[in-house]
């Protein structure tokens, strides 16, 4: 039974110590300890709304019709599989997108980097969607709208 112990807490301390730096959680996508955020806003000039409904596996976060400069936003931790992934539905007018806001990445830090490992921005503006790059101060256009 000594040995059994010995190997339990041997598991535990290895999956302590991946946890606390960044880069593990690449390689042991369910060793995340990071509280992350996510926000939908409304980047609209004049009155125009955007009506967002977003949604994972296990929750759905309902529908929010937010008025310019609104934001919709939630917390959350990654799954221990490493599965996590919120999808949205953006609608504004006669203006369509729908597409993951967050995936917890395995090979790639391209959404973890952009959103500075901790909080996403993504922003409706007239020609489609943009995720806040917070490093380099700056909103890239990733999902033009669809008509």
Request: aromatic fraction near 14%; include cysteine; hydrophobic fraction near 40%.
């Amino acid at each position: 039974m000594g040995a059994l112990k010995c190997i339990v807490v041997f598991y535990l301390c290895a999956a302590l110590a991946l946890s606390i730096c960044p880069e593990s959680s690449a390689k042991w996508p369910g060793l995340d300890p990071t509280n992350w955020h996510v926000h939908v806003v409304n980047g609209f000039g004049g009155q125009r709304a955007l009506v967002v409904h977003c949604w994972s596996d296990l929750d759905d976060l309902g529908t929010h019709t937010l008025y310019p400069g609104g934001d919709f936003n939630w917390h959350f931790h990654v799954n221990l599989p490493g599965t996590t992934r919120f999808t949205c539905d953006f609608n504004a007018d006669k203006q369509h997108a729908l597409f993951d806001v967050f995936w917890k990445e395995s090979k790639h830090m391209w959404l973890r980097t952009r959103c500075d490992w901790k909080a996403c921005f993504w922003i409706a503006k007239d020609d489609g969607i943009y995720l806040k790059n917070i490093p380099a101060s700056r909103d890239e256009l990733i999902h033009p709208w669809e008509t």
